[in-house]
């Protein structure tokens, strides 16, 4: 078994961790299911979301990737909710998408459309 199992969690530094908490719960249309002053966790797709207050927000370091089903249709309510674009929807090969914004507190929200991505595979 490897020791390493996968995705687990990704975390966002937020300044205002109420605003962020509001923004992320419309982005992924869901409360937290842990919510204390400390850190917000959200459940997406059995990985979680996390946010913090106390680090400095940005777009360098490491990247994960959302899976979603239309990225155009994402990456068009991102920018409706506020976010601003970074890195414009494109074809990587093999019919995946990636594109990125910048969520209203200053970190990259990066997503991914691949049609290859079996949820079986989760462990």
Avoid: C
Avoid at 30 to 42: K, L, N, T
Avoid at 93 to 109: E, Q, Y
């Amino acid at each position: 078994m490897s020791m390493i199992l996968g995705l687990r969690t990704a975390i966002y530094p937020a300044g205002d961790l109420t605003a962020a908490k509001q923004w992320y719960a419309q982005v992924l249309e869901q409360q937290p299911y842990f919510d204390e002053p400390f850190y917000v966790g959200f459940n997406v797709g059995g990985f979680e979301l996390g946010l913090i207050p106390d680090a400095q927000p940005g777009i360098a370091g490491p990247q994960p990737l959302w899976g979603v089903a239309n990225i155009a249709t994402a990456f068009a309510r991102l920018l409706e909710l506020g976010a601003g674009q970074l890195e414009p929807v494109t074809e990587v090969g093999g019919g995946i998408k990636v594109a990125a914004v910048l969520d209203p507190f200053g970190n990259r929200f990066g997503m991914i459309e691949n049609p290859h991505f079996d949820p079986s595979n989760v462990r």
